[in-house]
Structure formats: structure tokens, C-alpha cells
């Protein structure tokens, strides 16, 4: 039989969290490969859920999401940021962030058209861009000072006449980096120069580190009517399973982005907007202890990782911590992955299957750090064997 699968998704196979998850599960590893948490949201907020079931609210909710979860993330986004957004016209409930990048990306993108994204990326970046038949331009973001970031030459000169949008994701996975305000003001005066629209994935908004601020790029003058501001309760709330995201933007890019999501799934499940509009409402100190614990264990799986050789980056948001491991003697990033269990008991991600270049980061790999104490200090015990 001839490939069944169209050939713009041919290079797309198994998802490398699968594959390294599975590794994990066959060798009885630590997984800190893929980024969920191990522990649940706030209980208030999963009683809600369960009380809406009990409730009845079962059946298709209406298709640009109920109207509490709309409004909570109108109320949230003007509380937080002081972008006003109406309710009824410019917020939209996806099936998580990924289904808000995949049909912003199919809403705004014709063939041929180009999408600038930082690399290295979020995989599903490149996916839902190779099914808009559309061309992913990558600008390599480099560790400098300590942290990731990008040149703005570079940046400028990834610009052509082709280029329909900037993808931003701050704070970043997989670097972990908090773009400044300098940073964004570079991407806001390109994005007004050349006439692009920002597509902005801010999903860790509320999970950044050592008073470092977060900052939506849509609050920077000349953006808001310009910007696709995407989030979601999976990382604030630690329920990464509901897969309950929003897009805020303009009345006419969230039609245009409801036009195509409502032949995709048309619609998200009704008892997490309820109780994910609950968590808006009243569940932000929650998220504030888990800031702070989430910082703790960065720097707990930061000191095992360095105890055991890495170089490691300090990560200022996310879930995340980068690692360089030529001190440890190797180069190819998949080659270490794949021995990690052999050698530690441990599974972590390649950094460079985020990359177009994968040779510009094939020497890192990526720890999760959203785990229990105790894993983390059990996978700190056995990194340490790579020290010996």
C-alpha cells in the first residue's frame, strides 16, 4: 500500500514524549521527560468539577465556551495585565492551548505563507504550520548570560515579504526563559512594521521565578489589536488532563479562529470551564504556593543535576531546566537519552528534536522538575552515578 499519511506530515512520526515516556515505563526510570505534575489542582476546583457533572452539565456547552469561563478569563486578563476583552466577541475556549495554536495557525495562514518561531520549539509548532501548508522560519534562540535568548538581527532578517505571523512562547519551553520587555518590544515594532500578527503562547504565565515579571506581549503599544493571546488552566492549575484553553484577541482573528475550531472539535468539555472559571475566580492563592514550591524544586533538581555534571541553566519560568552534558563527555543528546536509563535510571527529553537545526542543540537535554520532592532527590541520587 502506497504512504498513507499526507506528505506534508510525513516527517511527523511518534511524538518524543511518547517514545520517552514508554522508555521509562519498560525500564522502571524516573521520568523527568514529560512536563505534567504529580500531584492535583486545588481541591475546591476538582469539587467543582465533580459538582457540575452531578449537575448536569453533560451535553454540548455553547460553541465559544460557557459563558462563566469567558467572562473569568476577561475579569482575569484585565486584573493581571489591564487588557480588557469582551467577553461575548474576543475570548474563545479551546480544547487546551495546542488545539488554540493548531487552529489559530489553519485561521490566519494561507499555503506558502511564513510563521517565525523561535527554536528551539514546542513540537506541535512545526505540525500545525506543515498542516496550514505553511513554512516555519526558525530564529535560534542561544544561552548567553545565563539564560537562552535570541539576536534581534537575527530575528529581522528572518522577515520576508512572505511572513504572515511571529509565534511567541513566554514564558518558553523548552529553555525556560522569560522574554523582557526589550525582547518584546523588538518582536512588537517588527510585527507593526511589517503588518504580522503575534500568535502568543502563554501558558506558564503564572509560573515564573525569582520575582521575574511576566509580561503579555499584547500589553505593548500597538499590539493588542494585533496579537492572539492564547492560555490555559493544564500548567496554572496543575490539571495538564482537562486540556480547558482560551484565545483572546480581536473580534475578527477569534472569528476567524472559531470558524475553523468548530469543525475540529467545535466545542470543550463543560464541566472543566466550570470549574476551570472557578480556579480564575478564587483559586490564584493556590497558585501562588505552587510557584513558590515549583521554584524549590527547580533549584533542588538544579543542585542534583550539577552535583551529578551537567552544566545547568537557570531556568526563570516553566517547567524546565536545561542541561549541557559535554561535561559529562557526550555530544549527541538522543545518544544520552537513551542510555540515561541504563545509566541512572532517569529519562529526560533531547533538546534538539525542538530544533529545525538540530545540531545547534544537540548538547542539551531537558529535566522536568514539576515532581514531588522526593522523586526529584530520588532522581538526584541516581544522576549521581554519572559523577562516579
Known sequence: MTE?????????????????SALAVRTGSINLGQGFPDTDGPAAMLDRAVQAIRSGANQYPPGPGVPELRQAVSDHRAAHYGLTYDPDREVLVTVGATEAIATSVLALCEPGDEVIAF???YDSYAASIALAQARLVAVTMRPEAGRFTFDPDELRAAVTPR??????????????????????????????????????????????????????????????ERTVLISSAGKTFSVTGWKTGWVCAPPELVTAVQTVKQFTTYTASAPWQLAVAHGLRH???????????????????????????FEVLRPSGTYFVQTDIRPLGF???????????????VVAIPTQVFYDHPARGSHFVRFAFCKKEEVIDEAAARLKRLST
Open 163 to 224: 511572513t504572515r505571523a511571529i509565534l511567541v512562547n513566554s514564558p518558553h519551553n523548552p529553555t525556560g526563559t522569560v522574554f523582557t520587555r526589550a525582547e518584546l518590544t523588538v518582536i512588537a515594532e517588527l510585527c507593526q512594521e511589517h503588518g504580522l500578527i503575534a500568535i502568543t503562547d502563554e501558558v506558564y504565565e503564572h509560573l515564573t521565578f525569582d520575582d521575574v515579571e511576566h509580561i503579555p506581549l499584547a500589553t505593548l503599544p500597538g499590539m493588542r
Open 4 to 20: 498513507a499519511l499526507v506528505s506534508r506530515m510525513r516527517g511527523f512520526g511518534t511524538t518524543i514524549f511518547a517514545e520517552m
Open 331 to 345: 555530544t549527541d543528546g538522543f545518544e544520552f537519552a537513551r542510555r540515561l536509563p541504563e545509566l541512572a535510571g
Open 283 to 309: 483559586e490564584l492563592g493556590w497558585v501562588a504556593e505552587l510557584r513558590a514550591g515549583l521554584q524549590d524544586k527547580r533549584d533542588r533538581l538544579m543542585s542534583g543535576l550539577a552535583a551529578a555534571g
Open 119 to 121: 527554536e528551539p520549539y
